[in-house]
Structures are given as structure tokens and as C-alpha cells.
């Protein structure tokens, strides 16, 4: 059974930074896909960013290059997104997926996905 399992959440004022970690366990995911997607209230969900799991390769919605950085650790089955800048805008519930598609804005695409971690971004 995969699991995927979201921490590092919160509420921090605008301009501020959160760390988001998403530990993957159950199998290899060495040619899987990592990706964030986010979902506001009232709102579509949306790609946020994603990365190759071997490769290192990454990917970003045009909202949040510059502000965010995805990263993995293939050792401890991990993944991160550093989220910098923080705008009220980027208040959702992030989750992290795995899939083993290269069409990683597709959410339909991706196999398994975490309970999510709520991010609040005050004015």
C-alpha cells in the first residue's frame, strides 16, 4: 500500500516562507514523478510544481517560478517544496502526488496522493 503523507503547513504572514514535505512509503519510487498541485476554496485544484524522482528534473506553474523550489530526497523517499514570498494567494490545501507520467500538470495523471496540508498566507 502506498502512502503519501504531507507535513510543514500553516499560517505565516505574506512574504514569509514554509518548508512542505511529503514522505512517500510502500514502494521504490525511482521512476515516478513528484508533484504538488494546490486546491483554494471555491477554486479548481492546480499545478503547482513537480520533479522527477531520479532525474532531478523540475517543473513550475508560471505563478509560483522564482518563489518556489521543489526538491527530493531519494534516500528518505521525500520530497519537498520551499516555498518563498508567500502571497495571500497562495492560501490553498497543497498535496503531493507520485505518478509515473511525464505530463505533470495532468492531476489525472498521477497515481496516489496525500491527505494534503493546509497553507494560509495572511495580508
Known amino acids: 500500500q502506498v502512502q503519501l503523507v504531507e507535513s510543514g503547513g500553516g499560517l505565516v504572514q505574506a512574504g514569509g516562507s514554509l518548508r512542505l514535505s511529503c514522505a512517500a512509503s510502500?514502494?521504490?519510487?525511482?521512476?515516478?514523478?513528484m508533484g504538488w498541485f494546490r486546491q483554494a476554496p471555491g477554486k479548481e485544484r492546480e499545478f503547482v510544481a513537480a520533479i522527477s524522482w531520479s532525474g532531478g528534473t523540475t517543473y513550475y506553474a508560471d505563478s509560483v517560478k522564482g518563489r518556489f523550489t521543489i526538491s527530493r530526497d531519494g534516500a528518505k523517499n521525500t520530497g519537498y517544496l520551499q516555498m518563498n514570498s508567500l502571497k495571500p494567494e497562495d492560501t490553498a490545501v497543497y498535496c503531493c502526488?507520485?505518478?509515473?507520467?511525464?505530463?505533470?500538470?495532468?492531476?489525472?495523471?498521477?497515481?496516489?496522493w496525500g491527505q494534503g496540508t493546509q497553507v494560509t498566507v495572511s495580508s
Open positions: 502526488a507520485v505518478g509515473g507520467s511525464l505530463r505533470v500538470g495532468l492531476a489525472r495523471t498521477y497515481d496516489y
Open positions: 510502500g514502494r521504490t519510487f525511482s521512476r515516478y514523478v
